[in-house]
């Protein structure tokens, strides 16, 4: 009987000491506070990854063209510093499409993957548009060719045209770039998007505000492009219109600084772009 009555006080001791210091659960106040808190940081946090998303979204991007001007470059090697002859804009898709090598590099910005959503700043051009011409119906890209650097026949009109590689200043003439179209042929006077995705333009002989079709705000206020030295990097929209396209592109035309625009002159989804 004493021996049980021991047991029973040591069971009693250890029970109050365990309730004494015992772990308790968390009020509900308490989980609120924690839950409002993991909110608070993920709102704060949130865009910061969505920039480095796209950062990365755009540095594949540039990688895509690097490899695709390794291919052009070895392509006018072969062709004594000429592109192809023609006058389509979609020629290059013709050359090069039964090429091994050309047909493992890619041909979509990761702003624009999708080959279901075309048209706009990240649709693609092709896939399933049912009244495109034969390039757009078997084939897709989001990228496109300065056609200015077609080399012509001697029967063809060559007015404006490269027609090879060997001039100057090829850092500032755009080769191949992010695109609505498979080819653009930007003009100096060409008008920009009366708003964002706007890519509506003409083709009679290229002369409908192409720029349009490169004017994509693909990359935070920014296109990309690999110009005609085959050095890769990112182009400011309003800076398009001081870039070499043609023979008789005027650089200082009337939609830069020299040439008298001002940022209120410019659609409002672009006022607040950088001025060139």
Not at 19 to 30: A, D, H, K, Y
Not at 134 to 142: A, L, R, T
Request: glycine content about 8%; hydrophobic content about 35%.
């Amino acid at each position: 009987m004493c021996r049980e009555n021991e047991l029973t006080t040591l069971r009693i001791g250890v029970s109050g000491s365990e309730r004494r210091r015992g772990v308790r659960g968390f009020t509900l106040i308490e989980l609120l506070v924690v839950i409002a808190i993991i909110a608070l940081l993920l709102a704060i946090l949130m865009p910061a990854l969505q920039r480095v998303k796209k950062q990365a979204r755009a540095a594949v991007c540039q990688a895509n063209l690097r490899q695709w001007g390794t291919f052009f470059y070895i392509y006018m090697e072969d062709y004594n510093n000429k592109f192809a002859y023609g006058d389509s804009s979609g020629q290059w898709r013709y050359i090069l499409q039964d090429s091994p090598r050309e047909r493992k590099l890619n041909v979509c910005c990761p702003e624009a993957a999708n080959p279901n959503k075309t048209g706009g700043t990240y649709g693609v051009w092709g896939g399933e548009a049912l009244d495109a011409d034969y390039v757009m119906q078997v084939d897709y890209g989001s990228y496109g060719l300065n056609r200015w650097l077609y080399s012509r026949r001697d029967d063809q009109d060559d007015e404006g045209y490269w027609k090879d590689s060997n001039v100057r200043n090829t850092n500032q003439i755009p080769l191949f770039l992010d695109c609505s179209w498979y080819g653009a042929g930007p003009l100096h006077f060409d008008n920009p998007p009366e708003y964002e995705g706007h890519t509506a333009s003409g083709t009679g002989h290229w002369r409908g505000d192409n720029m349009r079709r490169v004017c994509l705000n693909r990359h935070n206020a920014a296109t990309n492009s690999i110009f005609l030295d085959i050095s890769v990097r990112r182009i400011d929209l309003k800076e398009l219109w001081t870039l070499k396209w043609n023979t008789n592109y005027d650089v200082s035309g009337p939609w830069t600084k020299a040439g008298g625009v001002v940022p209120s002159d410019w659609p409002q989804w672009m006022n607040s772009f950088r001025d060139y």
